[in-house]
C-alpha cells in the first residue's frame, strides 16, 4: 500500500510559531462580545416576557455554556428589563449553604424584585461529588424554603446542571416554569480535541481519499478473517478498530460506532489494552453526538482499565477526553482539573502527541475564562508540537482555532495565514468542519 | 427526644449519620414513646368527639434512589424492610411512595391498600377517542386560572395543549405558560405549537438511549412492565398511568415527539442490543 500522507503538505508551510507567543499582548476587552450574540437568541423574547409577567415565586432555568456570556446575559436583562434584579453569586458565597445563601441574599429584596442566580454550577461540579449530591438533594427536599421567598427566581446555569436536576431532584426541577436556552455562538463551536492514546497517529496524516480507498480495502480484507481461530478473531478486531477511526475521521458516526462494538464484541477477554482503546473510541463518538452522559459512561470504563494495566499514554488520552465532556457541559473546573492531570502524565512519559491535544484543550478553557496570554501560550506549544511530530490533525486543530483567536483579537497579520493553513489541510484530509473554516477566513480576509 | 432530633437533623452531614445511627439502635424505645404520645392524643380527640387520628406522611416520594451495597435500593429499604415499623405507630397513616416502588415489589403485602393518583383520562383506552370529561376537567382548570377570551384566539387551541400534556395538570400549566411566553397579545396556534415544541425539548433531555427499548415496549402494549427502568420513565413522567376500568399506560405525548424516540418506534426491528 502506498503511503502518500499530509506530511508533506505540513512541512511546506512554514509558521513562524515562536513569534506567537510573543505576540503584542492582546487586551482582553478586545475579545469580550460588544454584540451581545444572545440578542439574536428566540429564547430571549421568551424569558423578557415571562419575567415581566412574574409575581410571587416562581422558577426559571437560563441555559447557557460560557460563563462570559452568563454574566453579560445577566447584565442586560438588569438593564432592560422594568424590575429591581437582586444577583446572586453562588460562587463568592461558600462555604455556606446554597439555599441558606440565596435566602440571605433575598432578605429585604423590594416586592417586585427578581432574583438572579449564577454559580450553581461551582456546587454541582463533578469535582466535588460529595457536595453535588448534598447540594441536590437539599434542593429537592427544601425547595419549599425557596418557595417562601415569595420572588421570582432565574438559575442561570450551563447544560451539565440540568440533567443532574430534572433526574437528582425531579421535585424541585417540576417547579420551573421555563428552561429557557441560550446557544453558544457559532463561532465558538470548534473546540476541542478527542484523542485515542494510541501512538500510531498514521490515520491522522491521511487524504480523505486514501482515508476512502483504505475503507475499502479493509472491508475486503475483513471477510478472509471471518474464522473462529484467535488469530482471525484478533486480526478481525484490529481491522475493525481502524475501519472505526477511518470512519470516525470522517464523520460517519453511525458506521464507526458499529464497527467499535463490533470490535469490542469480538475482542479478546485478555486484551485489555484493545478493549480500554475500543471503549475510549465509542466514548469520542458520543462526544461527537453531544451525549455527554454516555461518552462518560465508557471514558470512565476505558480510564479505569488503562489505570489498571499502567497504560499511561491511554490514561492521559482518556482523561483528555473526558475533559472535552466536562467541559461541552460548561463545567470548567473539572475540564480543566482532567486537563491538568492528563498534561502531567504526558510530560512526564514524553508523549509529544497526546500532548498537542491536551494544550489545544486547555487553551480552549484559558480563552474562555478570558486568560487570552495562556490561551495563545498553550495554542503556540501546541502548535509547535504539531510541527515537530508532523501531525496534520493537530496542525488543522491548532492552526484553526489559534487563527481564530488571533484574528478576533484584531491580530489578522498572524492569525489568517494559520486559518489559511487550516483551510488547506482540513479540505485535503476531509475534516467535516472545514467549510466553516473557509467562511471565517472570508469574513477575516474580507475586512 | 422528638423535639431534640429535629432540631439538630438538619446540621451537617455527619451528624446526620450519627443521628441515624442512634435511631436505629434506639428504634423500638422511639416507636414506643412515639405511641405513647399518639395514644394520648387519641385519648384527647375522643373526648372532643372525633372518631380518631390520621397522619399523613408527605414527601417520602422524594426518597433519594440508590442501589445499596446489598443490591437494595434505598427506596425498598425503607417501605419493605422496614414496613412493620412504618405501621408501627398507634393511628391511621397515609404514605406518599415513590412511584417507581409500586412496580418494583408487592407493596400489597406490607400494606392495607395501595392507590395511585392518575394522569387525567384524556383519551379511551385502545380507540384513541378523545374522552370529554376528562378534557373538560382540565379545561375547567385553564379558565379558572386565565381569562380565557383575553388570551386565546380560538378554544381549539386550549384543547390543542391539552392534548398534548397528556393529562398531567403540572404540563398543562407549563405549556400555558410556554404558550404566554411567545407573545404580547393573543396565542393563536403557531404559538401553540412552538409551546409544544419546547416542552418536547424538555422531555427529550431526560430521555436516555438505553430507555428507548422500554418506551417502545410500553407503547405497544400499553402496560407498564415490571423492571427497574419502567420506575424510572414513571418518575420522570416519560411514561403516564391512567386508570379507569384497568390500569394502563402510555408514553406522554411529548415524548412521543422526541426525534430518538420516533424513530425508535418506527423501527421495526424489536431488540436492537449491544
Not at chain 1, 475499502?216 to 484490529?238: F, V
Not at chain 1, 464497527?259 to 463518538?285: P, R, S, V, Y
Not at chain 2, 433519594?64 to 425503607?78: A, M, N
Not at chain 2, 386565565?146 to 378554544?155: G, K, N, P, R
Amino acid at each position: 500500500m502506498k503511503k502518500k500522507t499530509l506530511k508533506k503538505k505540513i512541512a511546506d508551510i512554514s509558521v513562524p510559531a515562536k513569534e506567537y507567543s510573543k505576540a503584542k499582548q492582546p487586551q482582553p476587552k478586545a475579545i469580550s462580545s460588544t454584540e451581545f450574540p444572545f440578542l439574536a437568541a428566540p429564547d430571549l423574547p421568551r424569558l423578557m416576557r415571562a419575567l415581566r409577567r412574574a409575581q410571587g415565586f416562581s422558577l426559571y432555568f437560563v441555559r447557557c455554556n460560557l460563563p462570559q456570556m452568563r454574566q453579560e446575559l445577566s447584565n442586560w436583562i438588569k438593564q432592560n428589563l422594568a424590575k429591581p434584579v437582586i444577583e446572586i453569586n453562588l460562587h463568592n458565597t461558600p462555604p455556606a449553604d446554597p439555599i441558606l445563601a440565596i435566602k440571605a441574599a433575598a432578605e429585604g429584596a423590594p416586592e417586585k424584585a427578581v432574583l438572579f442566580v449564577m454559580g450553581l454550577e461551582y456546587w454541582l461540579t463533578e469535582l466535588n461529588a460529595e457536595r453535588q449530591r448534598e447540594t441536590i438533594r437539599a434542593l429537592n427536599w427544601r425547595r419549599n424554603e425557596l418557595a417562601r421567598i415569595n420572588r421570582p427566581l432565574v438559575f442561570i446555569v450551563p447544560e451539565f446542571t440540568i440533567p443532574l436536576l430534572a433526574e437528582g431532584a425531579p421535585d424541585f426541577w417540576d417547579w420551573h416554569s421555563g428552561l429557557y436556552e441560550f446557544a453558544i455562538p457559532k463561532q465558538e463551536k470548534f473546540t476541542m480535541m478527542v484523542q485515542d492514546g494510541i501512538q500510531d497517529t498514521s490515520i491522522n496524516n491521511l487524504t480523505e481519499e486514501q482515508k476512502r480507498e483504505r475503507i475499502l480495502l479493509l472491508n475486503q480484507i475483513l471477510d478472509e478473517y471471518a474464522g473462529p481461530t484467535e488469530l482471525e478473531k484478533r486480526k478481525s478486531a484490529e481491522i475493525r478498530y481502524q475501519l472505526g477511526q477511518l470512519y470516525s475521521s470522517l464523520g460517519h458516526y453511525d458506521k464507526a460506532l458499529k464497527a467499535f462494538q463490533e470490535a469490542l464484541k469480538i475482542q479478546e477477554k485478555k486484551n485489555k489494552k484493545g478493549i480500554a482503546a475500543c471503549l475510549n473510541e465509542i466514548g469520542e463518538i458520543y462526544l461527537a453526538r453531544a451525549n455527554y452522559d454516555m461518552a462518560l459512561k465508557y471514558l470512565k470504563e476505558s480510564l479505569q482499565i488503562r489505570r489498571e494495566i499502567g497504560d499511561r499514554a491511554g490514561e492521559g488520552a482518556t482523561l483528555n477526553n473526558m475533559a472535552t465532556a466536562a467541559y461541552a457541559r460548561g463545567d470548567y473546573d473539572t475540564a480543566l482539573r482532567y486537563l491538568e492531570e492528563s498534561l502531567a502524565i504526558q510530560r512526564e512519559i514524553g508523549d509529544r502527541a497526546g500532548m498537542i491535544p491536551t494544550l489545544h484543550n486547555m487553551a480552549h478553557i484559558f480563552w474562555q475564562n478570558q486568560q487570552i496570554e495562556e490561551a495563545v501560550k498553550s495554542f503556540s506549544e501546541a502548535l509547535q508540537l504539531a510541527l515537530e511530530t508532523q501531525n496534520a490533525l493537530g496542525m488543522y486543530n491548532v492552526s484553526r482555532d489559534l487563527g481564530l483567536l488571533l484574528c478576533q483579537l484584531g491580530d489578522t497579520e498572524h492569525g489568517l495565514p494559520l486559518l489559511r493553513q487550516a483551510v488547506q489541510i482540513g479540505r485535503a484530509m476531509g475534516a467535516p468542519d472545514v467549510e466553516e473554516v473557509e467562511a471565517l477566513l472570508r469574513r477575516f480576509a474580507g475586512k | 427526644m422528638l423535639a431534640a432530633f429535629s432540631g439538630q437533623i438538619r446540621s451537617g452531614s455527619t451528624r446526620k449519620i450519627e443521628i441515624r445511627r442512634e435511631l436505629e439502635k434506639e428504634l423500638t424505645v422511639f416507636i414506643s414513646r412515639l405511641n405513647e404520645l399518639i395514644d394520648d392524643v387519641q385519648i384527647q380527640l375522643k373526648k372532643k368527639g372525633w372518631q380518631g387520628l390520621v397522619a399523613i406522611v408527605d414527601g417520602l416520594e422524594k426518597m433519594h434512589y440508590r442501589i445499596q451495597p446489598d443490591g437494595q435500593s434505598t427506596h425498598s429499604e425503607l417501605f419493605v424492610q422496614h414496613a412493620e415499623q412504618l405501621k408501627s405507630p398507634h393511628c391511621h397513616i397515609l404514605y406518599t411512595v415513590p412511584i417507581s416502588l409500586l412496580f418494583n415489589v408487592n407493596l400489597g403485602d406490607s400494606f392495607a391498600e395501595t392507590d395511585v393518583i392518575p394522569m387525567v383520562k384524556i383519551q379511551e383506552h385502545g380507540t384513541k377517542k378523545s374522552y370529554r370529561p376528562g378534557v373538560d376537567a382540565l379545561y375547567e382548570i385553564v379558565v379558572k386560572r386565565v381569562e380565557m377570551e383575553a388570551i386565546f384566539d380560538q378554544h381549539g387551541d386550549v384543547k390543542r395543549l391539552i392534548q398534548a400534556s397528556g393529562g398531567s395538570v403540572r404540563d398543562l400549566m407549563r405549556l400555558l405558560r410556554f404558550a404566554c411566553d411567545e407573545t404580547d397579545t393573543k396565542i393563536n396556534r403557531a404559538h401553540v405549537e412552538h409551546a409544544i415544541q419546547r416542552l418536547v425539548r424538555e422531555y427529550d433531555r431526560l430521555v436516555r438511549d438505553e430507555d428507548l427499548e422500554g418506551l417502545k415496549q410500553i407503547a405497544a402494549t400499553q402496560q407498564i412492565p415490571g423492571d427497574e427502568t419502567s420506575g424510572r420513565l414513571l418518575h420522570h413522567r416519560l411514561v403516564l398511568e391512567y386508570v379507569n376500568d384497568d390500569r394502563w399506560a402510555d408514553l406522554h405525548p411529548a415524548v412521543r415527539e422526541c426525534p430518538r424516540v420516533k424513530k425508535a418506534l418506527k423501527s421495526p426491528k424489536d431488540t436492537h442490543s449491544k
